[in-house]
């Protein structure tokens, strides 16, 4: 990351010096835990616009995935300072990502409920998108069959997949999920409790029982079905996209 002028901002030696330092220290655990700090000083908002500035000035495409950018802009979107409203419309009015679609379908909600950091909303936006991308069939019955998941296009598949990476710190979405299967060969009773959707012989319950913030396990969310057995989750984890 290079230089985004903290100096002109603030005088050395301020109780801001070590969290400018995180930011600038490469280190993206470090980077993480700073932001919310600065977010809740005027002058650290200043700060992480001028840093948004200099990450990415224009949207970010599927195969750009950046979870420090997609943090920093849910906390300016929390922020009630002009600048930081001014910013987000004016640089990213629809969002850090670019959605394409093969089939035509709006993921944009998505991105605003992550925005939003309202995981349950996009949870189930992600669930009602992936219905329209089976059709009309599946979009009126509410969920999917197994079968319908193999004809989802690719590219709808990343861009999904890439909305939550960038707005989980890279905890959640498909490719992840995908990632900690394959970590535990594959085996789905081992599968389960790493991402807390079962514990013992108790399935965790949606949506009382699931964790809709950041303190969830890596790999939570989405739950893409979670009630309707294995197959769903197979023909996702088994898909091109992920190739």
Request: hydrophobic share 40%; with cysteine.
């Amino acid at each position: 990351m290079s230089d985004f002028s903290a100096s002109a901002v603030i005088e050395p030696s301020t109780p801001l010096d070590s969290l400018v330092a995180a930011l600038q220290s490469g280190n993206l655990k470090k980077q993480l835990v700073a932001l919310p700090e600065l977010a809740a000083i005027d002058d650290g908002v200043i700060l992480l616009i001028d840093l948004a500035k200099d990450r990415s000035p224009q949207p970010l495409t599927i195969d750009t995935i950046d979870p420090l950018l997609g943090r920093l802009c849910q906390l300016l979107a929390r922020s009630p300072l002009p600048q930081a409203r001014n910013f987000l419309e004016g640089y990213y009015p629809d969002g850090l990502v670019e959605l394409p679609s093969d089939c035509k379908v709006d993921y944009q909600p998505i991105q605003a409920a992550l925005i939003a950091e309202d995981f349950d909303g996009a949870d189930r936006l992600t669930i009602q998108k992936l219905c329209e991308l089976a059709g009309p069939e599946a979009a009126k019955r509410k969920w999917l069959y197994f079968t319908e998941v193999g004809r989802f296009p690719t590219v709808d598949l990343q861009a999904i997949d890439a909305l939550w990476r960038t707005y989980s710190e890279e905890k959640f979405g498909f490719s992840i999920q995908r990632e900690i299967w394959l970590g535990v060969g594959r085996d789905w009773e081992k599968f389960w409790p790493k991402i807390n959707w079962k514990q013992g012989n108790h399935w965790t319950r949606w949506p009382g029982e699931f964790t809709w913030n950041l303190t969830a396990p890596r790999g939570h969310l989405p739950t893409t079905n979670q009630l309707r057995g294995v197959r769903v989750m197979n023909a996702l984890m088994n898909h091109p996209a992920w190739s």
